[in-house]
């Protein structure tokens, strides 16, 4: 290893996701494994800009390898948008003699880092953590399983309502830019409807399918929603026109919300962190910055960090069609 590299500093930074902790815990007990210095800032670049941090070693980071949230806490940062806000995160890092950052976040923290290096020149590696896993550059971004597995039982549970009063179910879950929780958890839970950003199904269709539902036996119905779905305004607006043009339906929604966020993070979850919290600190000392760290084929790989945020990670199209198959 080049080992010029003496010192890291580490922060979680956007939208929580379960598994932030996990990386974490890898990043610091690998700068102990290879002796190097570590601290991490609270509230991410917030915590840079006012030199908010605290030194980390392996012992102040047991027992977090489980826990969800993050022990850094998480802000967005509009101060670290301005030249002056991250000139003061700069001066904060040379006055703590900081050589490289391992940023834990998505395309916006990603984004951050890329700015910041190209005007100090900062060398950093970006750690993937985001529940809505549209990141490209890995298969699987940290956080997203145990989302995945947290909307899966909450739509178990409210399918026995649905099918005990013969409603119609419309689950609006996360993903404002991105469908893969919707598609992933809808085919999980076994929706008889999924409507995402990627694939405009249209009114039209989607009374159809619930008319076809319906003709075939069907007495209750799920729909999953990602939020940033483009069929209606929102999914009570949804909701509502398929009460009016389908009145033998009784309608309800239900909006889960930052609940998908928070929980225990999923055994893959936690080693999915480990192994690339652990790579994110060995690619700083390999001479290798600023790139992403991810999964690809259960193979971990760098991806330039500028393609990483621009590239679009694609929806499986082969699941919509299976999705499309199992609803009948």
Known sequence: MKQQIKKIAVITSGGDAPGMNAALRAVVRACSYYEIECIGFYRGYQGMIEGDYTVLDARSVKNIVGKGGTILKSARSDEFRTKAGRKKAYENLK???????????????????????????????????????????????????????????????????????????FVEVMGRDAGFIALNAGVGAGAEEILIPEENLGLDRLLESLKRSKRSGKSSSIVVVSEGDKIGKNVFELAEYVTENLPEYEARVSVLGHMQRGGNPSCFDRVLASRLGVKAVESLLDGKPNVMVGLINNKIVLTDIEKAIESEHEINRELLRISDILSI
């Open 95 to 169: 006055k703590a003699k900081v050589d490289g950052l391992v940023l834990i976040g998505g395309d916006g923290t990603f984004t951050g880092g890329m700015v910041f290096n190209k005007e100090y020149n900062i060398p950093f590696i970006g750690i993937p953590g985001t529940i809505d896993n549209d990141i490209a550059g890995t298969n699987y971004t940290i956080g997203y399983d145990t989302a995945l597995n947290t909307v899966v039982e909450a739509i178990d549970k409210i399918r026995d309502t649905a099918s005990s009063h013969n409603r119609l179910f």
